[in-house]
């Protein structure tokens, strides 16, 4: 069982700045690949983006290319996701995945999930 808790959500202005966490716990994470997600009011969960075990690979959706980042440390059982330039748009609750392996893109294939961070991006 590995155990995920997000933080770091809030409400930012258009244009600024938040970074979410995400701690875990439980198996040893470092063999996790870890996703995030999110989902808006009334839309399906969609990925945002990725990160591979190591870190040394990283994946993004196409509407936060450039803006978001993806990092993780091991040591600490953390990921985080770094979002910048922040658009109403990306109002949503943001949550981290982890599942054994290679990164998917499909919810359905992540085992691990935290309960969420809300997200508001205000115009």
């Known amino acids: 069982q590995v155990q995920l808790v997000e933080s770091g959500g809030g409400l930012v202005q258009a244009g600024g700045s938040l970074r979410l966490s995400c701690a875990a716990s439980?198996?040893?994470?470092?063999?996790?690949?870890v996703g995030w997600f999110r989902q808006a009011p009334g839309k399906e969960r969609e990925f945002v983006a990725g990160?591979?075990?190591?870190?040394?690979?990283?994946f993004y959706a196409d509407s936060v290319k450039g803006r978001f980042t993806i990092a993780r440390d091991n040591a600490k059982n953390a990921v985080y996701l770094q979002m910048n330039t922040l658009k109403p748009e990306d109002t949503a609750v943001y949550y981290c995945?982890?599942?054994?392996?290679?990164?998917?893109?499909?919810?359905?294939?992540?085992?691990?999930w935290g309960q969420g961070t809300q997200v508001t991006v205000s115009s």
């Open positions: 990160i591979t075990w190591s870190g040394g690979s990283t």
């Open positions: 995945a982890a599942k054994f392996g290679t990164i998917a893109r499909a919810p359905g294939q992540y085992n691990y």
């Open positions: 439980g198996r040893t994470f470092s063999n996790y690949a």
